[in-house]
């Protein structure tokens, strides 16, 4: 019975992760509603706790994945709780994030849990488990653009729609990027099992700076706009005018002073 209690515990939703869904909701009403006269704040808050939203989900995915694939250790681990204090590097999961969106608008992939691979057996299991993630930020940038590609755009406040933009955005950047086959990221643990294990052995120490690697090429002015460009052609695609992502980043940095320039209608 102690068993039982246990494992039900390990898998209950963390009272962690339903506060900052909470405040999701709460802030995203705000926004909605327009309750606070500037807007600001109020999309911020809605947007940084949606986004530690997604970083649990995508943590949890690769979880479940694991867990499905034979790795039952997760759930002990209480990755399976959604709270994001009981990741094995929570600073790079969900701090630095954080930060990365406060700084800059930008959508930076947290590191994965911890993941016992000698458990899981097969290399498609252990490519879905480092897919999964990935696939999360995805599917919550679908939710988030949805009122776009289905054009039920009639009657959602432009503000609110401003913020989403701007949410989708950051799912959109932290997909492509974790998708990116570099050693580190999640796009590589896709790859990985279907390498030899030689050029595994030697592409290994590389790993830990795999993220740091493709921040610094992102800082050459012809990748990084080459980059933005992918990025806004899938937005485009998902019937997202760009001018709408812009105005919820300059919303959502509202200490800036520069939103005032984003109350026009969404552009058709």
Known sequence: MTTAAARRADRRISPVFLGIAAVAAVSGWAVWSGVPAAPGPA???????????????????????????????VAAKGYLTLNPLKYTHALLSV?????????????????????????????????MISAAGPLANVVFALACTAPFWTGALAGVPVTFLFALAFLAMLQVTAAVLNLLPVPGLDGYGVVEPWLSSGLRRRLAPYAPY????VFAVLWIPGVNAAFFDGVYAVMDALGVPREAAYCGRELFRFWEGEGYFCFAPVPG
Do not use: K, N
């Open 210 to 213: 795999g993220l740091l690697a």
């Open 95 to 127: 701090v630095l994030p954080v930060l990365f969106v406060i700084m800059g608008g930008f959508g930076l992939p947290g590191g994965a849990v911890y993941i016992e691979r000698h458990r899981v057996r097969g290399r498609l299991r252990h490519s």
């Open 43 to 73: 999309v911020f808050a809605f947007v940084l706790s949606a986004w530690v939203v997604s970083l649990c989900l995508h943590e949890y995915a690769h979880a479940r994945t694991a867990l499905h694939g034979g790795d039952l250790s």
